[in-house]
């Protein structure tokens, strides 16, 4: 009883402490750009009381971007953190795994298709990219599913598959971008390397149902992946239903990084760095670890796009190529750490 209270301690103390430091950011990024605003423009502008130009880039432009932000990191953190728990290994990620590409093919498949008629579509573009990127998160996890099921799913096996899939799907991508005219092809390329730019508040509408869904309901069913992490018999004997809760989380997984891939483009790394700083700050119980990746996720995100949309300014580096700089050193010191 008295290590729980420790427990729940220390987890407020940590998310207060995260909270801050997100508002922390959004308010330092919120100032900085091409367009600089002084605090105190940002205030009055914040209050109503600022020029139009500062209310359109304010609100126009940097205001959507950061709280897309936020839902992607979110989003994608949170999908990792319950594929590790799923899959007891430290190193999946949808991104290393094969959902983020199966999520990008369909996308890219869906401009190819689309490509000349993307304007005429208006809205219908807006929400379709992201069921069309399901679309394709769910293949890849369906086939990485099959594919890895052996009397069960053992956890290095669905990771092998995975990278396996992983390289399939991207190998196609190459074909269609090639396929692809050079204006649309520049936009692949960009949107596959991980780009928040061009953010608006029709894409934040599209990617906040998916999140404020699926978020809830992956914390409800944090007990079950906390005794999915004991091994496949004690959570049989403990009279869980293995397969049936691993597919459900499956399912949810996928859905969280499809819908963020198809608005943030292909960010690796991220459900992967996240939950593993999570687990450090609050320990492996998922009903805490869950919602503070989430949190970190949003944290990490929103420091990387004020990163790459400053750090050349007016040239803006890919979101997704930041939080790779970050991601990949420590990807490998766990690889090291776990071989």
């Known amino acids: 009883m008295d290590i729980d209270r420790i427990h729940r301690k220390r987890f407020a103390y940590v998310m207060m402490i995260l909270a801050f430091l997100v508002v922390l950011v959004f308010l330092f990024s919120m100032n900085l750009g091409s367009y600089p605003l002084s605090p105190l423009d940002t205030i009055r502008t914040l209050f109503g009381a600022g020029t139009s130009e500062s209310s359109l880039v304010l609100f126009g432009f940097r205001m959507p971007r950061m709280v897309l932000a936020l839902l992607i990191g979110a989003g994608l953190a949170v999908s990792g953190a319950i594929l590790q728990g799923v899959s007891r290994n430290e190193l999946a990620d949808p991104g290393i795994i094969g959902i983020n590409a199966g999520a990008g093919l ?138 049936k809760e691993r597919r459900v989380l499956l399912m949810a997984a996928v859905a969280l990084a499809g819908a963020c891939v198809a608005v943030g483009g292909g960010i690796a790394f991220l459900g992967l760095v996240a939950p593993h700083l999570a687990r450090r700050l609050v320990g492996p119980m998922h009903h805490y670890l869950i919602p503070t990746s989430a949190v970190m996720g949003a944290l990490l995100l929103l420091i990387a796009d004020t990163i790459g949309k400053n750090l050349f300014t007016p040239a803006e580096i890919p979101v997704g190529l930041v939080v790779s700089a970050i991601g990949a050193p420590y990807f490998i010191y766990l690889l090291m750490k776990t071989t």
């Open 106 to 243: 369909a996308v890219v498949l869906f401009i190819y298709m689309f490509e000349g008629s993307m304007g005429d579509l208006g809205l219908f573009s807006m929400f379709a990219m992201p069921f069309s990127a399901l679309a394709g998160a769910f293949l890849a996890a369906f086939l990485i599913y099959i594919l890895a099921w052996k009397q069960g799913i053992s956890p290095v096996r669905l990771i092998l598959v995975g990278i396996a899939v992983n390289a399939g799907f991207n190998a196609l991508l190459i074909v269609f971008q090639l396929r692809m005219e050079p204006n649309n092809f520049s936009q692949a390329m960009i949107w596959l390397s991980g780009s928040i730019w061009g953010a608006n508040w029709q894409l934040v509408l599209s990617t906040l149902p998916w999140i404020v869904l699926l978020l809830p309901y992956t914390i409800y069913k944090a007990q079950h992946l906390n005794v999915l992490s004991l091994g496949d018999h004690i959570a049989t004997g403990l009279g869980t239903k293995v397969e």
